[in-house]
């Protein structure tokens, strides 16, 4: 799978953002989908990921309350709407993806991932 993230740009703290990320390639359902980024000097962190199909979603407790994924199979497309932006969450955002099992637990380490996007970049401006 491919993957082609995009929505990123400048805004202001307390703004929004929605970040979208395209898969091509058969089969999307069978993957797990992930939201990483990495700010600069930073190693990249967790955000978000959805299980296999959508049925489950954890966030990082950084982003709680105020991220929020979505995802349409039908379109081979994840969302994550970014609200209440702080300076802090400026970095380049990616998307990953997965193809796992029904069961599978929702992947949250980079190690997880088998395919990832070019990456989107977001700053947030105090």
């Known amino acids: 799978v491919q993957l082609q993230a995009s929505g990123g740009g400048l805004v202001q703290a307390g703004g929004s953002l929605r970040l979208s990320c395209a898969a091509s390639?058969?089969?999307?359902?069978?993957?797990?989908m992930g939201w990483f980024r990495q700010a600069p000097g930073k190693e990249r962190e967790f955000v978000g990921a959805?299980?296999?199909?959508?049925?489950?979603?954890r966030y990082a407790d950084s982003v709680k309350g105020r991220f929020t994924m979505s995802r349409n199979n039908a379109e081979n497309t994840v969302y994550l709407q970014m609200n209440s932006l702080k300076p802090e969450d400026t970095a380049m955002y990616y998307c990953?993806?997965?193809?796992?099992?029904?069961?599978?637990?929702?992947?949250?380490?980079?190690?997880?991932?088998?395919?990832w996007g070019q990456g989107t970049q977001v700053t947030v401006s105090s």
């Open positions: 959805f299980s296999r199909g959508g049925g489950g979603i």
């Open positions: 390639g058969p089969s999307f359902n069978r993957y797990a």
């Open positions: 990953a993806a997965v193809r796992t099992i029904l069961t599978a637990p929702i992947p949250t380490k980079m190690e997880d991932y088998a395919h």
